[in-house]
């Protein structure tokens, strides 16, 4: 069964770091992209970046350059989200998510993972 | 890159059909064929109902139709049921070589 597994619910402070995963299973983790999508309390869907766990191509939303970085360890089949220094306003949902072909990276999203909850306090 | 524009919501009564739009420009909706629509209930992950702006993956009803004309894209629901009350989101491919969603449509089952 093709899956994404993320991590568990996260509560920290401001200013402090945090790296987020999704651990992929039931497919070639090479050769999908993987996309990262947030979404903030009663709010809609941003889409945050993606990457190509092959060679590690990463592409982000203007709005998340600078701000997250995206990573992925093949050896693992686990992609990362990653704050150097978290701020309130990054109290959110982040879902995970594979493109329905591979090697695309404009496709659809047809596999998602489950969301991670991160509450960032002040 | 700015958010597709979506109703904020639309309405209709059981066995119905209802239609969201999705209002992009030439630089996403209007330049390519990646057009999706997602389906998302309370509490849980989006759910994909079309894919290229037509395309239903497997196991999604035929009552959920997509289609496009110029930079808006259009999502129709027919026969309408009450397990369709949720909030649907569009999504596009860009010339930056990203993604971007709508401003998402709660739909209401009167």
């Known amino acids: 069964e093709v899956q994404l597994v993320q991590s568990g619910t996260e509560v920290k402070k401001s200013g402090e770091s945090l790296k987020i995963s999704c651990k992929a299973s039931g497919y070639t983790f090479t050769i999908y992209w993987i996309g990262w999508v947030r979404q903030m309390p009663g709010k809609g869907l941003e889409w945050m970046g993606i990457i190509y766990p092959g060679d590690s191509d990463t592409r982000y939303s203007p709005s998340f350059q600078g701000q997250v970085t995206i990573s992925a360890d093949k050896s693992i089949t686990t992609a990362y989200l990653q704050w150097s220094s978290l701020k309130a306003s990054d109290n959110a949902m982040y879902y995970c998510?594979?493109?329905?072909?591979?090697?695309?990276?404009?496709?659809?999203?047809?596999?998602w993972g489950q969301g991670t909850m991160v509450t960032v306090s002040s | 890159q700015s958010a597709l524009t979506q109703p904020a919501s639309v309405s209709g009564s059981p066995g119905q059909s209802i239609t969201i739009s999705c209002t992009g420009t030439?630089?996403?909706?209007?330049?390519?064929?990646?057009v999706s629509w997602y389906q998302q209930h309370p509490g849980k992950a989006p759910k994909l109902m079309i894919y290229d702006v037509s395309n239903r993956p497997s196991g999604v009803s035929n009552r959920f139709s997509g289609s496009k004309s110029g930079s808006t894209a259009s999502l129709t629901i027919s026969g309408l049921q009450a397990d369709d009350e949720a909030d649907y989101y569009c999504?596009?491919?860009?010339?930056?070589?990203?993604?971007?969603f709508g401003t998402g449509t709660k739909v209401t089952v009167l």
């Open positions: 999504s596009s491919y860009t010339s930056s070589g990203t993604q971007v």
């Open positions: 998510a594979r493109p329905s072909a591979p090697y695309s990276r404009g496709d659809a999203f047809d596999i």
């Open positions: 030439s630089s996403d909706v209007g330049g390519y064929k990646y």
